[in-house]
């Protein structure tokens, strides 16, 4: 499985983007998708997962302002991101997941392919 993140850029504080995860080469409707972020300096992180069922999880730093989503037609996953701050500044990766799980896949180690990346600076 190949993933292609984008969507990333430059945003003011209080602003919004949102951010696209597009898949090829499997049957995107058969695994569950994540999203990472990795700041200057400081590990990755765990933002959001969707289930293949659609079941969401957010970090509780996100919560209430980020939403994950998936379109399985188009083998794409989307991260809304609104209320930006700061601290949201970071590269945003997206992983795919197979198979299901007992608690939040929140670990690097627990997804099987990994997107390149998208940039996103939010000023202040």
């Known amino acids: 499985v190949q993933l292609q993140a984008s969507g990333g850029g430059l945003v003011q504080t209080g602003g919004s983007l949102r951010l696209s995860c597009a898949a090829s080469?499997?049957?995107?409707?058969?695994?569950?998708m994540g999203w990472f972020r990795q700041a200057p300096g400081k590990e990755r992180e765990f933002v959001a997962f969707?289930?293949?069922?659609?079941?969401?999880y957010h970090a509780d730093s996100v919560k209430g302002r980020f939403t994950i989503s998936r379109d399985n037609a188009n083998s794409t996953v989307y991260l809304q991101m609104s209320s930006l701050k700061p601290e949201d500044t970071a590269v945003y990766y997206c992983?795919?997941?197979?198979?299901?799980?007992?608690?939040?896949?929140?670990?690097?180690?627990?997804?099987?392919?990994w997107g390149q990346g998208t940039l996103v600076t939010v000023s202040s």
């Open positions: 992983a795919a997941k197979r198979g299901g799980f007992r608690f939040v896949p929140a670990k690097l180690r627990e997804y099987d392919y």
């Open positions: 969707i289930s293949i069922g659609g079941t969401t």
């Open positions: 080469g499997g049957t995107f409707s058969m695994y569950g």
